[in-house]
């Protein structure tokens, strides 16, 4: 059966401070990956999807980035946190019509 | 991807059946409805789904009329661990989803 990880479960982050969150997934292949955020109390915002090794689309510009240097691994990354990039960083997973989502991490940027 | 309705809350006793509906009018042929919750501080955990024909599984039922305008999940039993947010969704399956607010279901006792 499928499984997504995802680590840290949280994270603690001063402002300014570099970030790289990792995603894996396994038990499947070539799936499209995704990086979701959740703000406190708000709703989820796509922030990253791939469909394939090295291609990724961006749907909010902000200061942070994606990765897919594998077929099953997808990053998070930034060079310099804001206060506002505090929140609950979710990766998903989909394979023809289903998508799954991994346990996510809680970033708290201080 | 389509846009959806849903309530904005709920509440439903204990051991009766949760109906949670949701409007899709302007759902294309090839989108499906997806169902997925969010529990408080967890990734959101996916329901069911369905193209036209009434899905059922271990979870929940879905429920969708003929016009495919609009849906119902139909949890038979509920109980307090399904209190959450409920998100119905339209999309054309291998493509990011697109969440809204959802229905925020309260389980009573």
């Known amino acids: 059966s499928q499984t997504i990880h995802q680590w840290p479960a949280t994270l603690v982050q001063p402002v300014g401070s570099p970030l790289s969150l990792e995603c894996t997934v396994e038990g499947t292949s070539n799936p499209n990956l995704y990086w979701y955020r959740q703000a406190a109390g708000r709703g989820l915002q796509l922030l990253f999807y791939s469909v394939g090794i090295g291609q990724i689309s961006s749907e909010v510009p902000q200061n942070l980035s994606a990765s897919r240097p594998q077929d099953r691994q997808f990053i998070l990354s930034s060079k310099k946190l804001l206060l506002s990039d505090s929140g609950f960083y979710l990766c998903a997973w989909s394979v023809e019509d289903q998508q799954f989502f991994g346990p996510g991490t809680r970033l708290t940027v201080l | 991807d389509a846009k959806t309705t849903q309530p904005t809350s709920m509440d439903c006793a204990e051991g009766r059946a949760a109906n949670l509906p949701c409007n899709h009018s302007t759902i294309s042929g090839n989108e499906y409805v997806y169902w997925y919750r969010q529990i408080h501080s967890q990734g959101p955990q996916y329901i069911i789904h369905?193209?036209?024909n009434n899905e059922t599984n271990e979870m929940a039922s879905l429920i969708i009329t003929e016009d495919r305008k609009s849906s119902t999940l139909i949890l038979p039993h509920a109980t307090l661990r399904d209190t959450a947010v409920y998100y119905c969704i339209a999309g054309s399956g291998n493509t990011p989803l697109v969440f809204g607010k959802g229905t925020r279901l309260s389980v009573i006792a």
């Open positions: 369905g193209l036209k």
